[in-house]
């Protein structure tokens, strides 16, 4: 068949697909035909930077060949099978995942991607406690499925709702915009405190779970305060409360650990896991349960199943995937990385009015925009629409004409490159960044 033009495929696509998130008939779609490393092209050849890894899962960047010749293999040899059945790379990923997630983290009940891994977590922890009350947090995206929606704390559960029953949701240690300690020099940790009232006031005896993004992903990457997943692990103890880490986004080397939970040494009960677990090469995604969970599984049906579960092809691409981390040193780079990018996000900080608060962990990184530094007061308002988005909107188009994919977000946008990115690389795409930012400081108002 020949190739189609720019045009076209944007018609077909339109036509007779519906794309997500998106009123659709204003809805204008990049044709993407190729990518490699750090960058995808176009149809009509033009070139961008990924400054968004996609979704934040393309981790070890685009075309990598021994992953692409990891998911050949398989298929050649088992494409698929039911997952009553017993595999091979089935069982060497869930070695190689206990292997390199923390504590006593063990089991691993594959499922499709990063929503499902969600549901089936807090499915195995309300058959595991016999309770059904699930504590989230309001800046949270947990996945667009009933149950994970429900999770969800940001504006797109609101057209989902009522949702599933039992969940409670909490504020955030969002240290820029925190109503106990946003004024003051150091964090008082007054949030811990918020999340033991509720559970008091909920009756711990009804509380199967806590799930959290370790580090908060589309809703502004909040990376937390030194004490507090530390806190909650306490106060989960405490309260006979199963932690559950969502490490959907963070996960895999994204922030320079191999789970955001590292960085604070803290053991989850459940973590849920995708995106950078096959960095997009296939679609997978897992929920890993401690050694006591599994445990209890050993005499109690586990209640949950997918078609695909435990996919063959899925797995070979994990199992590729996690060896091209370890091969490459890329969770080492992008720490290493981090530090630069954190560094040049200061300077855009200082050189930029209109840059409030730039945050950053590893290669997972986001700037927030404001009219006003004193007042805090956002760019464009919480959960604008398309049409108040304004110089945000701006932003955005200015991104797609220069060359560089980001999400654009309310008052945010994000800089979470692939994993391989070079500094030249980064430095080249910061400089895009640099010149967008010149669009917000003319709305800032002094």
């Known amino acids: ?64 060949q021994r992953v692409i010749k990891a998911i050949q293999d398989q298929a050649a040899k088992l494409a698929y099978v039911n997952p009553y059945h017993a595999t091979e790379v089935r069982g060497r990923l ?46 949270s995206f947990h996945g667009a499925t009933s149950g994970a929606m429900t999770l969800t704390g940001d504006p797109r559960r609101w ?20 109503r106990w300690c946003g004024d003051l020099p150091k964090c008082n940790l007054n949030c811990l405190n918020h999340v033991e009232d509720v559970i008091q006031f909920e009756g ?56 955001a939970v590292n960085h604070w040494n803290v053991t989850p009960d459940i973590m849920s896991v995708a995106k950078g677990l096959t960095s997009g090469y296939v679609a997978m995604g897992a929920t890993i349960v401690s050694e006591p969970i599994a445990q209890y599984f050993d005499d109690h049906v586990l209640w949950g199943g997918l078609t695909y579960g435990a996919h063959a092809l899925g797995c070979a691409a994990a199992i590729a995937t996690i060896n091209v981390y370890k091969e490459d040193r890329l969770i080492e780079r992008a720490k290493e990385m981090g530090k630069i990018l954190a560094q040049e996000l200061e300077k855009l900080k200082a050189k930029h009015p209109s840059v409030g608060d730039a945050r950053s962990i590893g290669l997972f990184s986001l700037v927030e925009t404001v009219r006003n530094r004193k007042t805090r007061e956002p760019m464009v308002p919480f959960n604008a629409r398309a049409d108040q988005m304004g110089p945000m909107a701006l932003v955005s188009k200015f991104f797609r004409e220069n060359g560089l994919y980001t999400f654009v977000r309310w008052n945010n946008f994000f800089v979470n490159p692939p994993l391989c990115i070079t500094k030249e690389e980064l430095l080249e795409g910061l400089a895009i960044v640099d010149r967008a930012l010149e669009i917000t400081d003319d709305s800032v108002v002094e």
């Open 159 to 178: 057209p989902n709702e009522p949702g599933i029953p039992g969940v409670v949701h909490v504020l955030d240690p969002y240290r820029y915009r925190c």
């Open 204 to 259: 711990p005896n009804t509380i199967a779970a806590m799930i959290i993004e370790p580090v908060t992903g589309t809703n502004g990457v909040i990376v937390p305060p030194d004490g507090y997943l530390q806190g909650l692990r306490e106060l989960c103890t405490k309260y006979g409360i199963l932690l559950i880490a969502d490490e959907v986004m963070s996960g895999f080397g994204r922030t320079g650990e191999w789970f």
């Open 94 to 139: 869930g070695e190689m995942l206990a292997e390199i997630t923390p504590g006593n983290l063990k089991k691993s009940f594959f499922t499709n991607g990063g929503a499902e891994a969600n549901e089936n977590a807090i499915k195995i922890a309300r058959l595991v406690t016999g309770k059904h009350k699930i504590i989230a947090r309001y800046r």
């Open 1 to 64: 068949m020949p190739n189609l033009s720019a045009a076209e495929i944007v018609r077909l696509n339109k036509e007779y697909t519906l794309f997500e998130w998106s009123a659709q008939a204003a809805f204008n779609p990049i044709p993407i035909t190729r990518a490699q490393g750090v960058f995808f092209w176009d149809a009509d050849g033009k070139r961008y930077f990924d400054f968004n890894s996609q979704l934040m899962n393309v981790n070890i960047g685009h075309g990598d």
